[in-house]
């Protein structure tokens, strides 16, 4: 009896807690498509205590936040390749459900050459081979194969830009990232690397070559040792050195070019920029790839990013991309 009484008044303040609370719900669907958008960052901040609340969404679009402090609310809805919706003086009242359905637009608001609702197959499951994680001679992952491209993740706490950062990551947004190199036929950068297509690992005991189908350079990771140059030429992918810890490949890498954009924010980076990644193989058909970004001038603390590739068909190759000339696209672009 005793121990049902205490379920019982324990169910009694759940009843009680949550009758003193609201929720908001809603789906979040691609403009052009109506496609449902799953994974995406739905976050909500209390007008007058500044709390904050956040979901992501289920793969058929829909979120839900419940227990959340009766007032008014601004709502702010991100995910990769999209610009970031927001809706301010939500009311929320007790007891009940506010609803806010959410569209998004890519970042060129679909007009002629783009295709969000592409965008959000890239963070769907992929179909992937099954069985054991390859190994080299040594023992080490086999890193080696083409992979389909993924988009990342924040991991862990956002970034928190420099005001400075701040300021001119809202200015490209609110020019609809129409200056941003990929726009103009430049390199795109580490942050945006086998995001939206397909890339193979040329691993051998003292490099890992990593070729890309889209407008940046092969990048070499050099496992033999070596130490970074002294005084690096800065590039667009910098020099990377890497080494084994266990079955992870940490690759660290230094001289990179402020010419760049961190692409997941259009935030911009310095010649400090230090950028630390671990690729995992945990199976045949998966590799990982987790984006530790370094730079005191641009941001408050070190932040993360990570995906899972999976591994492409045999019938998928890495094609030649070139975008040098002839390109037809930039004057649909929309800017401000």
């Not at 506010?98 to 890239?122: P, Y």
Request: glycine letters at 8%; aromatic letters at 8%.
């Amino acid at each position: 009896m005793k121990a049902s009484f205490l379920v019982a008044v324990t169910l009694l303040y759940a009843v009680a807690a949550f009758a003193q609370t609201g929720t908001m719900s809603g789906k979040i669907v691609t403009v052009s498509g109506g496609t449902p958008v799953p994974k995406a960052t739905v976050r909500v901040k209390n007008a007058a205590t500044d709390a904050s609340f956040s979901t992501q969404s289920e793969v058929n679009g829909n979120y839900t936040i419940s227990q959340l402090p009766p007032g008014s609310y601004e709502l702010v809805t991100e995910f990769p390749m999209f610009m970031p919706f927001r809706q301010k003086d939500i009311p929320v009242q007790a007891g009940q459900t506010a609803r806010v359905e959410i569209q998004l637009s890519d970042t060129q608001l679909n007009t002629l050459g783009d295709g969000g609702d592409d965008f959000v197959k890239l963070v769907s499951e992929r179909p992937a081979p099954v069985g054991p994680t390859p190994r080299m001679g040594d023992g080490k992952p086999d890193l080696n194969g083409v992979w389909l491209a993924a988009i990342y993740r924040v991991d862990g706490d956002p970034p928190e830009p420099l005001p400075w950062a701040e300021e001119l990551s809202k200015k490209r947004r609110d020019r609809l990232n129409i200056d941003s190199p990929g726009a103009h036929c430049l390199p795109n950068g580490l942050a945006s690397s086998g995001n939206l297509r397909p890339y193979r690992f040329v691993h051998t005991k003292d490099i890992v070559v990593i070729v890309e189908e889209a407008n940046d350079p092969t990048r070499q990771i050099y496992l033999d040792g070596r130490p970074h140059p002294d005084d690096p030429n800065p590039t667009y992918v910098g020099h990377s050195v890497g080494r084994w810890e266990g079955d992870t490949l940490v690759v660290d890498t230094v001289g990179l070019t402020d010419r760049g954009w961190i692409a997941f924010g259009s935030y911009p980076q310095t010649e400090k920029l230090h950028i630390t990644e671990r690729f995992r193989r945990p199976d045949l058909g998966h590799l990982e790839r987790e984006v530790t970004f370094d730079d005191p001038t641009t941001f408050r603390k070190p932040w993360k990013l990570k995906r899972v590739s999976a591994l492409a068909p045999k019938e998928i190759e890495v094609l030649e991309y070139v975008c040098a000339e002839n390109n037809k696209d930039v004057e649909h672009y929309v800017g401000k």
